[in-house]
């Protein structure tokens, strides 16, 4: 499942999500999927994805590896290639690479994922309730008599437990 995931370096994304297409597992996305986590869409196949509410893909112009510096000529352009084709279609109907900018994310939401044809996930589980009611913790303060009392019955009773063990 991935959640929010924020991106970061191109091939360490590229080779985490080969892995998990060539495993055949099915990918939830719940959330937002960030620049580099879009490149989940080159490598998994549609019938092996899913998209849940409030999911989406979120794309911007990629950055020099080396320098930090906007790079739309040479890796935006990679990646941007190799999605498929009504993703490409989508970006190069916001204006194509050309127009993508390192500040501005462009959203692809859920709704015009599964417009595309692409699967909506089940939805979640609701969270498991819990079991016990909580109780208002009141500390009880003791008397020094009666800590003193506590600690003599505490010693009494581990002299008693080990001599029971002899």
Known sequence: ?????????????????????????????????????????????????CFGEGASLQFHVSRHAETGEPDPDFTTRM????YPQDIRRWILTKGGVAKMTIAQMW???????????????????????????????RPRWETAAEAEKREREETWRKYQDAIKTW
């Open 1 to 49: 499942m991935l959640r929010d995931e924020s991106g970061g370096e191109y091939w360490e994304h590229w080779n985490r999500f080969k892995a998990i297409a060539d495993s055949g597992d099915l990918v939830e996305i719940r959330g937002a999927c960030l620049s580099a986590c879009t490149l989940v869409m080159v490598h998994v196949q549609k019938d092996h994805l």
């Open 107 to 137: 959203t692809l939401r859920a709704a015009d994922l599964w417009s595309m044809g692409y699967p909506k996930c089940e939805p979640e589980a609701p969270p498991v309730p819990m079991t016990k009611k909580a109780t208002q913790y």
């Open 79 to 82: 990646m941007v290639n190799q």
